[in-house]
């Protein structure tokens, strides 16, 4: 069964810390993977996006990592901020309709 | 710039009243549309996609419906609200015709949706 799962299921860190998310797939094929950022009552915004062939990218202070081999996805925040406080969504599109599994997300709180 | 519209932000329905909730899309011309159901605690769950005017894909069978009347108009309708309805709805849209390697989805505001 396609699934994708998160971890933890929520966070908190105190600010100017660093953070890591994991993500854990089972889908397959596999086409791609995405980390959205979802504010309390807003809709989802993307992060960063990697196909099977990257292994990193980077937007400002967050950097995602993607091992294809072991399926696994981490979404790294630095020098973390109050306003990172939100919930963390991780997607793959894969599977054999090729559509998006969507994790849990997991909610992150960022204390002064 | 493109953005995306939903209303109302928030609803309160009694159990088995009728639904309908709007979204539109400024900014690009054929996109692909998308109705989301976010029950809390559970991942997004994709309800209605929709490639083009009158052309509707339903992902689960459920009690809600949608509608493409115009191109940048996409709608979710219901009969009779069930409480299993309350939740988190959102619209998205996307480039059409691009490659699903990189396609993006553009996430709406979202209505939350309460039925008692």
């Known amino acids: 069964k396609n699934q994708v799962e998160q971890s933890p299921q929520s966070l908190i860190i105190l600010e100017g810390k660093n953070c890591t998310l994991q993500?854990?797939?089972?889908?397959?094929?596999?086409?791609?993977l995405r980390w959205y950022k979802q504010d309390t009552g807003r809709g989802p915004v993307s992060l960063t996006i990697?196909?099977?062939?990257?292994n990193t990218k980077s937007n400002g202070r967050y950097t995602a990592t993607l091992d294809a081999d072991t399926k696994q996805s981490s979404l790294h925040i630095t020098a973390s901020q109050l306003s990172d406080s939100a919930s963390y969504i991780c997607?793959?599109?894969?599977?054999?309709?090729?559509?998006?599994?969507f994790g849990t997300g997991t909610l992150l709180a960022v204390q002064p | 710039s493109q953005t995306i519209h939903q209303w109302p932000a928030t609803l309160v329905q009694p159990v088995g009243s009728p639904l309908s909730l709007e979204c539109t899309v400024e900014?690009?011309?054929?996109?692909?549309l998308y109705w989301y159901r976010q029950a809390a605690g559970r991942g997004l769950q994709l309800l209605f996609y929709?490639?083009?005017?009158?052309?509707i894909s339903s992902e689960v069978p459920q009690n809600l419906s949608a509608s493409r009347p115009q191109d940048r108009q996409f709608i979710l309708s219901s009969k009779k609200l069930l409480l299993s309805d309350s939740g988190f709805y959102l619209c998205?849209?996307?480039?059409?015709?691009?490659?699903?390697?990189?396609?993006?989805?553009?996430f709406g505001p979202g209505t939350r949706l309460l039925v008692l």
């Open positions: 998205a849209w996307s480039v059409r015709g691009g490659t699903s390697a990189r396609e993006t989805q553009y």
């Open positions: 993500c854990n797939y089972t889908v397959s094929p596999f086409s791609n």
């Open positions: 900014g690009t011309s054929n996109p692909n």
């Open positions: 997607v793959v599109r894969g599977g054999a309709t090729n559509k998006l599994i």
């Open positions: 990697m196909t099977f062939s990257e």
């Open positions: 929709s490639v083009g005017i009158g052309q």
